[in-house]
C-alpha cells in the first residue's frame, strides 16, 4: 500500500503534464485512419497463430514465407517452463502448448532442435496431448491423431433444435453459437486434413491415443458433468441410429445457418474460430476454393494476419469500433477544458471518427439478438468492422456516449436508436449480457463440450455499468427505472472486499472503475457506502511507486488488484475511477499521475507487455495494443480537466 504521508501538493507541474498530454494526443493522432477510424492490434497467445498454420496444411494451402514468421513468432513467445501460457508472462498451458508444437513441426522445425525438445518434455510432463482441452483434440482428430470418439459427441442435429430445448445453440453465447454450427457440420462430414507434408505428432501422448479409453476425465465443475459425461456415452452410439434424412436435414440447415451470417470479408461472427470452421467445412462439403462463398470465407480468414518485417501471427478478430470509441473518448477528453491544446484539430479529427462509426450503426439487420426480443428496432453497434448479426451493447454504450458528448444534432437519431435497443436488451436480473438477453443457463456450462467453461454470455458488471452510465449521460426521466434495476444490480455483485469482477478486461481495477463510473453518473454520492468500499480498496492496492497493477493470474486465484509491476493501462483504470469518485485532490491519483508521466516514453507513448483483457477467463486472454496509449491518455487529460472544474465532479458517463 502506498504511504500517503509525504505531501505531493504542487509536484505536478501544469507544463510538464501539458506536455504529457500533447504528446499522447500527437500521437494518436497520426495513428488515425483516412476515414476517421483507429484500429490497433488486438492479440491472443500461442492457439491462434498455431491455428492458422494447421488451417493452411488443413487445406493444403500452404504459405511457406508467411509460416517461416508466424514460426519466428512462436518461438518468441515461448516460455521458459517449456511451453506456450495463455499470456505474457504466464504459467505452462497443455492445449496452446500442443498447437504451437504441432504448428512448429508444420513449419518445418525439427524435433530435435533445443526449442522442440523442451516443448515436447514440458507436455508429456503434463500429461500428453490426451490431457488436452476438447477444441485442441478435435484439431488432433482433423489430422487423424487421435479418434473421433475423443471429443464430445456434438451431432449436427443439434442446429435443428428449438430454443426451449435446453442443448439448443439458441440458448448459447453468439461466440458458441458461431463456433459450433460449423464445427458440428464439419464432424459429421468427418473432416480430414490434406496434411501434404504427412505432419503427425504422436510423440506428444503419454499414452498411444488407441490405447485410450476414456478420453473426457475432468475435472468437473459439479455432479452435472458426471451426468453429462454419461450422456455422452448414450448419444454417440445412438448417432448411428438416426436416419440419413434427418442428418442431410440438419446438414441442410447448418448451412444455410452460415450462409446467412457469411459476414462478407469479415467472416462468420467476426472472429477466427468461427471463421477457420467454416473454412474446413466448405471444403469438406466439396465446395472449390473459387466458389464465392468459400473464396470469401478465406479471404476473412487471411486479414486476420498481422505480418511484420520479421514475425507474423493471427489475431482472434479485429476491434475497430471499440479502439475508435475508446480513442475518441480520450481525444475528447484531451480537447476539452481551458488548457486544451490543438483544439480545433482534435475537434476536426473526432467529427471524422463520430462519422464513421454513425455510418456503422446497425439499423437494418434483427441478429440473432431478436430471438429473445424480437419487438426491439436494431440499433447497435458491433466490435469489428462488420458483425451485423451479433452487435454487443458494450460498443453500442461507449460509442453512445461518444456521440452524444460530441454534440452534432445530426447524431440525434442515432443515439435514440441505439438507446431504445440497449433498453431492450436488459436481461431479468438488472444487468447487461454484452450480446443476448439472459444468457444464463449455467447448467450448460458442465457439458463435456464446454470444458473451457465460457459457453454463455450472462450478465456481467462491466458491461451493465457502460449501459448505466450511457443511459444516465443522456438523462432521460423515464429511463429512471432501468437504471435502478441496473444499479442495483451492481450493488448486488460488489465483492465483499469493495471491488467489482472484471468480466472483458483485467481484472477487479477494470471492473470497479467502470462501477464507480456508473455511480457517478447517476449521481450517487462518493460517501455512498458501496463506492466508499470501493474507494478505499483502489487506495489499498496502490502500489508503492504510485501506479497500479493487474495480471491474469487473478482470474485464476491470485489476490485482486495485485501484480508484480505497475502498468499503464491498470494505473489509468484506477485513477478514472476515484476521479468518478471525486477523489481527483486526493494525494494517491497525484501520485499516479506522476506515475503515468515518469513511465511516458520520450515519444509520447507507454510500453506494455502483460495482457490487458480476457476473451474467457482462464482459458483465453488478450492484450489489446491500444489500451496503453488511449488510456493513459485519457487519465492525464481528465485529471487536468477537473484541476480547473468549478465542481469537482466527472460531468460524463465515461
Known amino acids: 500500500m502506498l504511504d500517503h504521508v509525504d505531501s505531493l501538493e504542487n509536484t505536478i507541474k501544469d507544463e510538464a503534464l501539458d506536455h504529457a498530454i500533447l504528446q499522447a494526443q500527437n500521437i494518436l493522432a497520426d495513428r488515425q485512419n483516412d476515414d476517421g477510424h483507429w484500429v490497433f492490434e488486438l492479440e491472443a497467445d500461442a492457439t491462434i497463430p498455431a491455428e492458422y498454420v494447421l488451417l493452411e496444411h488443413f487445406l493444403d494451402r500452404i504459405d511457406t514465407e508467411l509460416e517461416e514468421k508466424i514460426g519466428v513468432y512462436l518461438r518468441r513467445i515461448?516460455?521458459?517452463?517449456?511451453?506456450?501460457?495463455?499470456?505474457?508472462?504466464?504459467?505452462?498451458?497443455?492445449?496452446?502448448?500442443?498447437?504451437?508444437?504441432?504448428?512448429?513441426?508444420?513449419?518445418?522445425?525439427?524435433?530435435?532442435?533445443?526449442?522442440?525438445?523442451?516443448?515436447?518434455t514440458a507436455i508429456l510432463a503434463h500429461g500428453g496431448a490426451e490431457a488436452s482441452n476438447v477444441f485442441t483434440r478435435t484439431q488432433l482428430a482433423l489430422f487423424g491423431e487421435v479418434p473421433w470418439h475423443a471429443t464430445p459427441a456434438m451431432p449436427v442435429e443439434l442446429m435443428l433444435m428449438p430454443k426451449w430445448a435446453l442443448f439448443s445453440v439458441w440458448n448459447m453465447s453468439y461466440w458458441s453459437r458461431t463456433v459450433i454450427a460449423p464445427l458440428v457440420l464439419l464432424v459429421s462430414l468427418k473432416g480430414?486434413?490434406?496434411?501434404?507434408?504427412?505432419?503427425?505428432?504422436?510423440?506428444?501422448?503419454?499414452?498411444?491415443?488407441?490405447?485410450?479409453?476414456?478420453?473426457?476425465?475432468?475435472?468437473?465443475?459439479?455432479?452435472?458433468?458426471?451426468?453429462?459425461?454419461?450422456?455422452?456415452?448414450?448419444?454417440?452410439?445412438?448417432?448411428?441410429?438416426?436416419?440419413?434424412?434427418?442428418?442431410?436435414?440438419?446438414?441442410?440447415?447448418?448451412?444455410?445457418f452460415i450462409e446467412k451470417r457469411l459476414n462478407g470479408e469479415d467472416g462468420l461472427g467476426a472472429i477466427?474460430?468461427?471463421?477457420?470452421?467454416?473454412?474446413?467445412?466448405?471444403?469438406?462439403?466439396?465446395?472449390?476454393?473459387?466458389?464465392?462463398?468459400?473464396?470469401?470465407?478465406?479471404?476473412?480468414?487471411?486479414?486476420l494476419m498481422v505480418i511484420k518485417d520479421d514475425e507474423a501471427y493471427c489475431q482472434p478478430c479485429v476491434s475497430p469500433i471499440w479502439d475508435t470509441a475508446l480513442t475518441g473518448h480520450a481525444m475528447f477528453e484531451t480537447a476539452s477544458g481551458i488548457r486544451a491544446a490543438d483544439r480545433e484539430k482534435t475537434v476536426q479529427k473526432l467529427a471524422k471518427a463520430?462519422?464513421?462509426?454513425?455510418?456503422?450503426?446497425i439499423l437494418d439487420v434483427k441478429?440473432?439478438?431478436?430471438?429473445?426480443?424480437?419487438?426491439?428496432?436494431?440499433?447497435?453497434?458491433?466490435?469489428?468492422?462488420?458483425?451485423?448479426?451479433?452487435?454487443?451493447?458494450?460498443?453500442?454504450?461507449?460509442?453512445?456516449m461518444l456521440l452524444h458528448r460530441q454534440g452534432n444534432p445530426e447524431h440525434q437519431e442515432s443515439i435514440e436508436r441505439a438507446r431504445q435497443w440497449i433498453i431492450g436488451m436488459q436481461s431479468s436480473n438488472g444487468g447487461w449480457g454484452a450480446f443476448d438477453i439472459d444468457n444464463n443457463k449455467m447448467l450448460l456450462n458442465h457439458i463435456p463440450f464446454s470444458d473451457h467453461g465460457a459457453l454463455l454470455d450472462p450478465p456481467t458488471v462491466d458491461v451493465a455499468a457502460r449501459c448505466i452510465s450511457f443511459l444516465a449521460q443522456l438523462g432521460h426521466p423515464e429511463d429512471k427505472p432501468v437504471i435502478d434495476r441496473g444499479i442495483q444490480y451492481l450493488r448486488d455483485e460488489q465483492e465483499k472486499f469493495g471491488a467489482w469482477f472484471?468480466?472483458?478486461g483485467t481484472n477487479y481495477i477494470y471492473g470497479t472503475w467502470?462501477?464507480?463510473?456508473?455511480?457517478?453518473?447517476?449521481?450517487i454520492s462518493e460517501e455512498d457506502p458501496a463506492v466508499k468500499k470501493a474507494v478505499d480498496w483502489l487506495l489499498c492496492v496502490q502500489r508503492p511507486d504510485g501506479g497500479w497493477g493487474e495480471s491474469e493470474e487473478s482470474y485464476e486465484g491470485a489476490t485482486p488488484g495485485q501484480h508484480h509491476t505497475s502498468l499503464p493501462s491498470q494505473t489509468a483504470w484506477a485513477l478514472l475511477g476515484l476521479m468518478a469518485a471525486k477523489q481527483h485532490q486526493h494525494p494517491a491519483v497525484q501520485k499516479g499521475i506522476q506515475w503515468l508521466m515518469e513511465n511516458q516514453e520520450a515519444d509520447g507513448q507507454w510500453n506494455e507487455d502483460p495482457y490487458n483483457a480476457v476473451g474467457f477467463p482462464r482459458?483465453?486472454?488478450?492484450?489489446?495494443?491500444g489500451y496503453r496509449q488511449f488510456f493513459p491518455l485519457f487519465a492525464l487529460s481528465r485529471y487536468r480537466n477537473l484541476q480547473s472544474s468549478n465542481t469537482g465532479k466527472v460531468e460524463v458517463g465515461f
Not at 84 to 100: C, D, E, H, R, T
Open 272 to 303: 477466427y474460430p468461427a471463421m477457420a470452421n467454416t473454412v474446413m467445412s466448405f471444403r469438406c462439403m466439396g465446395m472449390r476454393d473459387d466458389d464465392p462463398r468459400a473464396a470469401i470465407a478465406w479471404e476473412s480468414v487471411r486479414k
Open 502 to 504: 472484471g468480466r472483458w
Open 514 to 523: 467502470s462501477a464507480l463510473c456508473a455511480f457517478n453518473a447517476v449521481g
Open 192 to 256: 480430414r486434413a490434406v496434411n501434404r507434408h504427412n505432419i503427425h505428432v504422436q510423440e506428444l501422448f503419454v499414452t498411444p491415443p488407441d490405447q485410450i479409453k476414456e478420453w473426457i476425465k475432468g475435472p468437473f465443475r459439479s455432479q452435472w458433468g458426471y451426468l453429462f459425461k454419461y450422456l455422452d456415452k448414450v448419444v454417440r452410439p445412438a448417432e448411428k441410429l438416426f436416419p440419413s434424412c434427418l442428418r442431410k436435414y440438419a446438414q441442410k440447415k447448418t448451412v444455410e
Open 619 to 625: 482459458v483465453f486472454y488478450l492484450r489489446y495494443h
Open 367 to 400: 441478429g440473432d439478438w431478436a430471438i429473445n426480443c424480437p419487438d426491439v428496432a436494431p440499433g447497435g453497434w458491433a466490435f469489428q468492422y462488420r458483425n451485423d448479426y451479433y452487435p454487443d451493447v458494450d460498443d453500442t454504450a461507449v460509442v453512445g
Open 78 to 120: 515461448q516460455g521458459d517452463h517449456g511451453g506456450w501460457p495463455l499470456y505474457y508472462g504466464g504459467n505452462f498451458n497443455i492445449s496452446a502448448s500442443v498447437k504451437a508444437y504441432f504448428a512448429l513441426k508444420a513449419i518445418g522445425d525439427d524435433i530435435d532442435a533445443p526449442h522442440m525438445k523442451r516443448a515436447r
Open 354 to 361: 463520430t462519422e464513421w462509426l454513425k455510418d456503422r450503426q
